[in-house]
């Protein structure tokens, strides 16, 4: 591993990670910053699987270069490991950056939802998120597909970029890892889950079975929409609709929080935990 020691936050070797919160806002063209040692290895991880996701170069504040050696030491040669003192690493982020560690990755290709579910096996769980513009609950979302071996996740084109960089903070890594597809309308993410012979069911507090009750299909797909709005009407009259059931008082729960419930209940049906 060569280590490269950045003096200066103006040094144009370590541009792509000036100011990393406006960047985050504009257009990144495939390519995300990754915060954080978990992150950091699962980047690492999804390089050294090939395919999908690839590091550019790595940025270190300098007394964390040590502990993240076994990591760093998974990515090829050719990928620039930059190191800098707590000031000039500020100075580079734009912000007092606690966690240290920080490493530009691209997203190689991009898979759409007819080829994802197309790839699928005859047993698998997808979730579906419809108009969810929040990154934490998009993240959150991410890491409970992972925590109950989701098959793929899909997003409408409504929903944000889960490569924005709190959204993959907050999925601990794991929208570099579980299978993914963004774009299109909604008519058209169900239409292809239809036609792909899944069992298709929306989550909502209106839901008219009780998620302890939905029935276990080889293939199911679990419906997310937005906290607030939910899930279209309109759809909801053409798909099977489930609930969590919970205390009075209370609207209903937070979207990747209900997730997770409704995935945990799917998944142990199915027989995948």
């Known amino acids: 591993m060569t280590v490269i020691r950045i003096e200066h936050a103006e040094d144009p070797r ?9 960047r985050d806002l504009v257009g990144r063209h495939g390519r995300f910053i990754a915060e954080g040692t978990v992150v950091l290895r699962m980047l690492a991880a999804a390089h050294k699987r090939g395919g999908e996701f690839a590091a550019e170069k790595i940025l270190i504040l300098e007394n964390r270069l040590a502990g993240v050696a076994d990591i760093l030491s998974e990515f090829p040669e050719d990928v620039p490991v930059y190191v800098a003192d707590s000031a000039v690493l500020d100075g580079i982020v734009g912000f ?29 769980l997808v979730a579906a998120a419809i108009g969810i513009s929040n990154h934490d609950n998009i993240g959150s979302i991410f890491r ?28 601990v890594g794991a929208v570099l890892q579980v299978p993914y597809a963004r774009g299109g309308t909604t008519l058209e993410l169900v239409s292809g889950l239809f036609e792909n012979g899944f069992a298709v069911w929306g989550l909502s507090p209106a839901g008219r079975t009780e998620i302890r009750k939905v029935p276990s299909s080889p293939r199911m797909a679990l419906l997310t929409g937005s906290e607030g709005n939910g899930l279209p009407p309109a759809l909801m009259e053409k798909i099977e609709t489930a609930s969590i059931a919970q205390t009075p008082g209370l609207d209903s729960l937070n979207a990747a929080t209900a997730t997770g419930i409704a995935l945990y209940q799917i998944a142990s049906a199915q027989g995948r935990i």
């Open 14 to 22: 370590i541009d792509e990670f000036r100011s990393i919160r406006e």
């Open 96 to 124: 007092h950056l606690h966690r240290g560690i920080l490493a530009v990755g691209r997203r190689v290709r991009e898979v759409s939802a007819s080829e994802l579910l197309a790839g699928l096996p005859e047993n698998a």
């Open 144 to 171: 409970n597909a992972a925590a109950f071996g989701v098959s793929a996740v899909l997003l409408d084109e409504s929903c944000c970029d889960p490569l924005y960089r709190k959204s993959l903070r907050v999925s």
